[in-house]
């Protein structure tokens, strides 16, 4: 298992805390402890938000989730 390490300092790959960085970005009052404890999990940054905001599980969801790109939308949508 590949271990985290702490306050994401100096992780092996960006996009296994982009995830994280949108969290802390969106609310920045976040507990980092509790947020590096969640280990890049989506449902378990998704739990951690939820107890502290009032917006349902899936607007959080959808809020973490990366932006589209150009090439996403010209994929799905032609």
Do not use: K, Q
């Not at 507990?31 to 890049?40: E, I, N, S």
């Not at 009032?54 to 959808?62: G, N």
Request: positive net charge; glycine residues 4%; hydrophobic residues 40%.
């Amino acid at each position: 298992m590949n271990l985290h390490r702490p306050h994401h300092v100096n992780c092996p790959s960006a996009a296994e805390c982009e995830v994280d960085r949108r969290a802390l970005a969106l609310w920045p009052g976040l507990d980092r402890r509790a947020l590096a404890r969640c280990r890049h999990d989506v449902a378990c940054v998704v739990r951690l938000v939820g107890r502290r905001s009032r917006l349902p599980p899936m607007t959080i969801r959808v809020l973490l989730a990366p932006p589209l790109t150009h090439e996403d939308v010209a994929t799905w949508f032609g």
